[in-house]
């Protein structure tokens, strides 16, 4: 039977079963409902049966119901099971209904709702007493964690006497703040604070979790997935990483460019991995690399076929000296010999161009050559942790808040679509000790994610953290298949090209899976040029191409030839370095005008575009690839003209954490025409060499796609917003002037910014955010190096603006844009003192923080919101430019002298460690400042407050009360 045949749930009964089950939850009577499910004679009525289960419990209380479905699909087997599974995911927590009014409403008089009155508590010694006889727990544990005075305060009873007095239970009221795994209690956020603080100061996160499962996978096939947990294809450059933060030695900075980097790393983990030396599958492969490294002769490149596409740049008589040998089998990694004869080409530079970079993924595999497959473990149930998990009151709340319009709303809302996907195909694997361990992990994550909507910053990287997790459980599960990728991808599609989707019928639409979109643009040339005979390309919209092209693409544009061709067209949807709003519109027109020039009989037009950043349209707008598509779907239906569309997947696709390595070549071409029958060969050829589907970037890539594709243009959305935020309020330039930078355009969440004083590379350097070799993640990041910005030469910064809050963007980078440009708070033009960056000073900073403080709320309402927030920028960036530490403390210390709960955590921490550092020996006396020292201690984790403690010269200042309470502070922050 299949699940897909399953019938409404509205002509479905519950098993007779069920009132037992309801009565007494637990194994046996679970185990009953299952019998009687699998007993049925009609499969379609089981499994609606099943779907009625799932909605029935999802009327109880989250507890109840996270316990019932466990004790069911524990019981279940086979599509019952797979069922049940699709129909809890389906299928939200149901809060409970308010009763309707009665006919005859009780008179407010006689209601006592009316009349409640606060009554004489109970004595702690009593209410612990009685809490204890309800839990596992003692009165004295119960004592030091529940704040009794706080309950005692809502011991609630109704005035009056005989049958209508109402009490408040409160020792249920009691089990229910102390309830862990109610997402809505005290008892979770302690829990939760309790886990951030025993993951904060230590290790990154990644590296921590790679030591707890090296003995649970050691010598198996699964080592592989552990060892690549943190891997990024284009890390964080923080100098420190630790706490909830990715972390992998292999990992490079961005790993299309620079992989070679780690290669050598990747070697030695291959040698040493345990099997070599024993005359297998894996010396045979070490042989194969005697020749690969940083230092080496010999080339790693992604596929067989490399060879073709290097037909592009060079020439056939160094061609016809290469070779190349595929690592395993016939398809997939493989050593390009002969490279080492040519001292004077630059291979790296012309290899990565092409997108030839090999797949770390399938770097990591190699090195479980030859191991066995881990045996199944029948004390975990991975089907039950994951309807636990899905079922919980962490989750339901993570539903809640992705529904909501915090900033981390999109980012929720990926996550549960990526975490429900789990129960697709065959779900997880179902008694697999790894798949365990890595939903376990996920749902603690996703605790610190639902305890930090208002610190974004945190519960982002927990949300990156998470893609590890799921990743392990996909590529365990192989859960896809290339049929599923081709499907997925035209279905993607479909929906965005609205339009063109209702007369599609004449075009054959194909999808590849490349390793990269250089990859895919690269093969799409390969492809296109190779067909007819020559080496040019028209550029309709050269200014708005990725600067990251340049290079292949400047081999190939229009001009370099006497006479150049028309017929292949390389374009770009939108820019990764925005100066123009791009115009589908327009590129429509440009290509319509091409084929003017096309007569019957000739190869069709190439069109090559670009399709990586793509933005959501405004309600009820056309997506810009469907005016492309529209626009054109007449000339691809007739033959006239081929449509390939390249896309990176490291970037949004992938929901912002760049855990794979991937990309996209989707191929439009007339159904039945013989012209294009040699280009679709030839993209199939290089999706079979490549053979990525089945492994784990694949497996990944797919659930992505599959399950958060929405997700991708919500982000997109969620990341502009803060882009434009930054132009416009913490950063203004003057509009088309391109030596300041770029200005917002519409939709893409990036904007380019230069300074005309210091060094604009170095100074972001010294900012709290990532640096990156891309774009596109969770958190803002930046990359250095851009050479141009709209055609205008000079030294820019890519800023990448992720889903923090508008405060977080405001502490960013509001002092630091404002100082560049001399414009004091609240101007609109330079004025004051002509700011050196280079040659940075407090007083300056000080003159913009007065200017500040003139300011009142009524003349600028931006200033008004954010003012802390502005305040805490500038502190921060003198702390990070001005010479000489000491200069700033003064500033540091009347930022602490008032609360400043407006600030975020993250700065407020950064300003508090960098203030009680410097004055750690010299505190000094003086009550105010002790009071300011006072609140740096308080929002400073006790971790790192352990770490400061033996430096603190705590017995020299003094016996003020506000020298007694920073101790008292510094010494209970030791015991936690």
């Known amino acids: 039977m299949s699940i897909m045949s399953s019938e409404s749930s509205a ?60 004790f069911i699909v524990r019981r279940l087997t086979g599509d019952l099971a797979r069922g049940f599974l699709k129909a809890t995911a389906a299928v939200r927590l149901a809060h409970p209904a308010l009763e309707k009014p009665k006919e005859k409403p009780t008179p407010q008089h006689a209601d006592v709702r009316h009349s409640l009155d606060l009554l004489k508590p109970e004595t702690p010694k009593t209410l612990t007493e009685k809490l204890a006889e309800k839990t596992s727990k003692t009165p004295e544990e119960i004592s030091k964690t529940l704040h009794l005075e706080m309950l005692d305060a809502l011991d609630l009873a109704a005035g009056g006497k005989g049958k209508d007095k109402v009490t408040v239970d409160l020792v249920e009221l009691a089990q229910r703040v ?272 639902v305890e930090n909507e208002a610190n974004p910053t945190v519960a982002m990287r927990a949300a990156d953290l998470m893609m590890d997790e799921i990743a392990i459980v996909v590529a365990v599960a192989q859960y896809y298949t290339s049929t599923d ?49 020559h080496e040019e390309v028209s550029r309709s919209t050269e200014a708005i191409d990725y600067y990251e092209t340049a290079f292949l693409l400047g081999k190939l544009k229009k001009g370099e030839k006497a006479t150049p061709h028309k017929d292949v067209l390389v374009a770009a949807l939108n820019p990764s370095t925005p100066a123009f709003a791009p115009s589908p519109a327009k590129l429509v027109d440009d290509v319509r005008r091409s084929l003017e020039t096309h007569k019957k009989g000739d190869a069709p037009f190439a069109l090559i575009i670009d399709t990586t950043i793509e933005i959501a349209p405004e309600t009820a707008g056309k997506t810009q690839i469907d005016i492309l598509l529209d626009g054109l779907k007449d000339a691809v239906a007739a033959g006239k003209l081929e449509i390939f569309l390249c896309k990176s997947f490291q970037k949004y696709a992938s929901m912002g954490t760049g855990k794979v390595a991937a990309g996209n070549l989707t191929m439009l071409s007339a159904k039945g025409n013989s012209g294009s029958a040699y280009a679709r060969a030839e993209a199939l050829l290089q999706d079979i060499n490549l053979d990525l589907v089945r492994h784990d970037e694949g497996q990944l890539v797919v659930h992505m796609l599959k399950h958060g594709h929405r997700d991708e243009l919500a982000l997109v ?118 700011v050196d960056l280079d040659a940075l000073t407090i007083d300056v900073v000080k003159e913009h923080l007065e200017v500040l403080g003139g300011v009142r709320n009524d003349q600028d309402p931006g200033i008004a919101e954010f003012r802390d927030n502005i305040v805490a920028s500038y502190c921060a960036f003198a702390l990070q430019n001005v010479p000489g530490k000491g200069a700033v403390m003064p500033l540091l210390l009347e930022f602490f002298v008032r609360p400043v709960s407006r600030v975020t955590i993250e700065t407020q921490r950064y300003l508090a460690d960098a203030l009680l550092t410097f004055k750690a020996k010299d505190l000094g006396t003086n009550p105010v400042a002790l009071a300011s020292l006072c609140r740096a201690a308080v929002v400073l984790p006790a971790s790192r407050i352990k770490s400061l403690t033996p430096v603190l010269r705590l017995d020299t200042i003094g016996e003020s009360e506000e020298a007694k309470q920073l101790r008292a502070i510094v010494a209970r922050k030791n015991k936690v």
């Open 178 to 449: 102390e309830d862990e795994s109610d997402a809505s209690s005290m008892g979770h956020l302690r829990a939760v604070a309790r886990l951030v603080d025993s993951i904060s100061g230590k290790a990154a996160y990644s590296k921590e979790r790679r030591g707890e499962l090296e003995d649970i996978t050691k010598g198996t096939t699964q080592q592989h997935l552990v060892e690549q947990i943190g891997f990024r294809a284009a890390k964080s450059q923080r100098s420190s990483l630790t706490g909830l933060s990715t972390q992998n030695e292999l990992a490079a900075s961005y790993w299309r460019t620079n992989f070679r980097d780690t290669l050598d790393e990747f070697l030695k983990k291959l040698r040493g991995s345990g099997e070599s030396g024993k005359g297998g599958a894996l010396d045979e492969l070490v042989q194969k690399l005697t020749k690969v490294g940083k230092s080496g002769s010999d080339v790693l490149v992604n596929s067989p076929r490399v060879l073709n596409k290097l037909q592009i740049v060079l020439g056939p008589e160094v061609l016809e000296n290469l070779t190349v040998t595929p690592l395993v089998g016939r398809t997939g990694v493989s050593v390009l010999s002969g490279t080492g004869a040519y001292t004077k080409i630059e291979w790296d530079k012309i290899l990565y161009e092409l997108g030839a970079t090999p797949s770390a993924y399938q770097l990591y595999e190699l090195m479980d050559t030859g191991k066995t497959p881990p045996t199944s473990n029948f004390e975990v149930d991975t089907r039950a942790d994951l309807v636990r998990l899905i079922t919980s009151s962490r989750f339901s709340r993570l539903q809640e808040i992705a529904r909501g319009k915090s900033e981390i709303a999109p980012v929720c809302a990926m996550v549960e679509h990526l975490v429900l996907g789990l129960t697709d195909a065959l779900g997880p694997k179902r008694f697999d000790t790894l798949t365990a361990n890595a939903l376990g992990s996920l749902s603690r994550l996703i605790d610190i994610v």
């Open 11 to 70: 002509d479905a009964a519950l098993p007779k079963s069920w009132k037992a089950f309801v009565a007494l939850p637990d194994d046996t009577t679970a185990r009953a409902v299952a019998q009687e499910l699998e007993k049925d004679p009609s499969p379609d009525n089981a499994l609606a049966s099943v779907t009625l289960i799932a909605e029935t419990l999802a009327q109880r209380s989250a507890q109840e119901r996270s316990t019932m479905s466990e």
């Open 717 to 834: 959305r969620s990341a502009a917003r803060n882009a434009k935020f930054v132009d416009e309020f913490c950063w203004p330039i003057d509009s088309g002037d391109l030596t300041q930078g770029t200005t917002y355009v519409d939709g893409i969440p990036l904007i380019l910014r230069t300074t005309p004083t210091g060094d604009v590379d170095k100074l972001f350097n010294k900012l709290q955010i990532d640096r990156r070799d891309s774009f596109s993640f969770l958190r803002t990041s930046y990359v250095g190096g851009i050479p141009s910005a709209g055609g205008v030469e000079g030294k820019y910064v890519r800023i990448n603006t992720g889903h923090e809050s508008k405060a977080t963007m405001v502490e960013y980078f509001y002092a630091f844009g404002h100082l560049a440009r001399s414009t004091p708070p609240g101007a609109k033009k330079p004025g004051g003192t002509k």
């Open 485 to 533: 990728y081709r499907t997925t991808m035209r279905d993607i599609l479909l929906e965005r090209a609205k339009d063109f989707a209702k007369a599609a019928g004449d075009i054959k639409i194909d999808s590849y899976l490349m390793t990269s979109g250089m990859d895919a643009l690269a093969t799409a040339l390969y492809i296109a040029l190779s067909w007819r005979d």
